[in-house]
């Protein structure tokens, strides 16, 4: 098991710049890939970035060049930095931990969430 929690939500002007962090604990050490999703109100859960345990990293297209993800493995932290923020960006924002099992299946683990609502 794997146990998530988020922190640094809150509310920002656009334009504005927010942090996020998420602290793993549990079986951290089983963990490949960790990352960030986010779900706005009506809308599905879509990805914004993740990274791997060697530090690849991938950015959805709608924030590459605003968000910068990183992670400290000796922490089993993951951090989203999130630069010139826009009104479209307000959601809830989710860190995830992907474990491998077996082949390509994994178990996906997340946190419970944390609010980021940019006003206009």
């Known amino acids: 098991q794997v146990q998530l929690v988020e922190s640094g939500g809150g509310l920002v002007q656009a334009g504005g710049s927010l942090g996020l962090s998420c602290a793993g604990s549990?079986?951290?050490?089983?963990?490949?890939?960790m990352g960030w999703y986010r779900q706005a109100p009506g809308k599905e859960r879509e990805l914004v970035a993740t990274?791997?345990?060697?530090?690849?990293?991938n950015y959805a297209d709608l924030v590459k060049g605003r968000f910068t993800i990183s992670r400290d493995n000796s922490k089993s932290t993951v951090d989203l930095q999130m630069n010139s923020l826009k009104p479209e960006d307000t959601a809830v924002y989710y860190c995830?931990?992907?474990?491998?099992?077996?082949?390509?299946?994994?178990?996906?683990?997340w946190g419970k969430g944390t609010l980021v609502t940019v006003s206009s």
């Open positions: 549990g079986k951290i050490s089983a963990i490949n890939a």
């Open positions: 990274i791997t345990n060697s530090g690849t990293t």
């Open positions: 995830n931990a992907r474990v491998p099992i077996i082949g390509t299946i994994a178990m996906d683990y």
